[in-house]
């Protein structure tokens, strides 16, 4: 195995510390040849005794409108949207610090950006409602995971998922990883004539950044190296 570069590793760390969620895309669409080798490149991603329980939709042109059309509709709609939750717990049921104050501060972060009051529902409403448009992006992926699997697929499919957004980095595309997406797991089993025995874990924005979009300068904050690492000797 060949040493790794100053360049090769200067390469490496670019692709992962340039990784954002951006909410805004231009709708040059992404040739397939492209996707392809982003997944086939993620799908070195570890696994223990390689499982590999990644599984993926690739949604473009109408199949992706309809998609989003449906889960629109429902999320638009406050009965109906009831009836929609999620399958699997993504959030604590308690919060406490340091996690909520990350969440408040990244939340009121993007609405300042954007111009939205802390009363302005209606608008927060509109802007997560983009997630379901896949923030206009050429690509949206949806990843699922066969129900029999237990948390250490999760822990990789994770793995996998970092994969996917550091190859797209690497190629100069964007994306944004979406769990929102698993509240409508109903409609999407039903678009995308899921088998039953697959569980939707997430979807995700995949393009090129809209530059021009005030949304796109959000950049979150990372906790310092002393701050969660312990170095014993």
Not at 70 to 77: G, H, N
Request: aromatic share 10%; hydrophobic share 40%.
């Amino acid at each position: 195995m060949s040493e790794p570069t100053p360049d090769s590793t200067a390469a490496v760390d670019a692709a992962i510390t340039s990784r954002r969620s951006v909410r805004a895309f231009l709708p040059d669409p992404v040739p397939r040849e492209t996707i392809e080798r982003i997944l086939e490149v993620a799908a070195r991603a570890p696994s223990g005794t390689n499982t590999q329980p990644w599984q993926v939709v690739v949604l473009t042109g109408e199949a992706k409108s309809a998609l989003t059309q449906k889960i629109v509709a429902a999320y638009d709609d406050p009965a109906q949207r009831a009836t929609h939750t999620d399958e699997y717990a993504y959030y604590p049921t308690e919060w406490r610090s340091p996690y909520i104050d990350r969440r408040r501060k990244v939340g009121w972060d993007l609405y300042g950006l954007l111009g939205i009051g802390k009363a302005d529902k209606a608008a927060m409403h509109a802007q997560h409602g983009r997630n379901y448009a896949f923030f206009d992006a050429p690509v949206g992926l949806i990843f699922t995971i066969d129900r029999v699997l237990q948390q250490g697929s999760w822990l990789d499919y994770g793995m996998f998922l970092q994969s996917v957004m550091v190859a797209a980095r690497g190629r100069g595309l964007d994306t944004c990883p979406q769990q929102a997406f698993a509240q409508y797991h109903r409609i999407i089993e039903e678009q995308l004539q899921l088998p039953p025995e697959r569980m939707v874990v997430c979807g995700m924005s995949l393009g090129w950044a809209d530059p021009a979009a005030r949304v796109n300068a959000l950049h979150t904050e990372r906790a310092p190296v002393a701050e969660f690492a312990r170095f014993l000797e």
